[in-house]
């Protein structure tokens, strides 16, 4: 489901454009990212992206069914 908000929008478009361009620049500039132990050094720039995705993704709490018990205030 996509935010509501036009700035989350926003951010998510710039998130989208950063990913693509990270990863064009991964295909064609890292080479040795397969055969050395530092190409994971490579990957990690990539991370904060899908974090990003997560949180403006993942925020709808409303839509969610409650817990069986929380209404009673017990643990579970």
Avoid: C
Avoid at 11 to 28: H, S
Avoid at 30 to 45: D, M, R
């Amino acid at each position: 489901m996509l935010p509501a908000s036009p700035w989350a929008r926003m951010i998510l478009a710039l998130n989208t454009l950063g990913l693509a361009g990270y990863a064009i620049w991964l295909v064609f500039r890292a080479t040795t990212i397969f055969y050395t132990q530092e190409g994971v050094l490579y990957l990690l720039p990539g991370l904060p992206f899908f974090f990003v995705y997560v949180y403006l993704l993942g925020r709808d709490t409303e839509s969610a069914p409650p817990e069986k018990g929380a209404e009673h205030g017990e643990g579970g």
